[in-house]
């Protein structure tokens, strides 16, 4: 049985960081990809950053609101089977609830929340003014 989960949410103020992981268990192997994703309260959710871990290579969405390339970054350590995504600078419309979803035979660009099988039950990030 496949199960991820994503931790590393909080409070913090604008212009600081956080670390989210998602810890994923169950694949046989790393032929797979993981997808964040982030739905704020009223408002769609939108994919944010794809790798895929076995080849490791990273998708940044040109499409979230406010815009996380340059100030987000998605990595895997897959000694611990996790998947990061290192959020700096961060805005008071980045909060919201992320979360992670991981399938195989997912391209590292997909960021359609509705092909993935697994997903976590997600995180909260508060940013405040």
């Known amino acids: 049985e496949v199960k991820l989960m994503e931790s590393g949410g909080g409070l913090v103020q604008a212009g600081g960081s956080l670390r989210l992981s998602c810890t994923i268990s169950?694949?046989?192997?790393?032929?797979?990809?993981v997808g964040w994703f982030r739905q704020a309260p009223g408002k769609e959710r939108e994919g944010l950053a794809c790798i895929h871990v076995d080849k490791g290579r990273a998708f940044y969405a040109d499409s979230a609101k406010p815009s996380v390339k340059g100030r987000f970054t998605i990595s895997r350590d897959n000694a611990k089977n996790t998947v990061y995504l290192q959020m700096n600078d961060l805005k008071p419309d980045d909060t919201a609830r992320y979360y992670c979803a991981a399938d195989q035979g997912i391209f590292y660009t997909d960021l359609d929340w509705d092909i993935y099988d697994y997903y976590g039950q997600g995180t909260q990030v508060t940013v405040s003014s």
């Open positions: 169950g694949f046989t192997d790393d032929d797979y990809a």
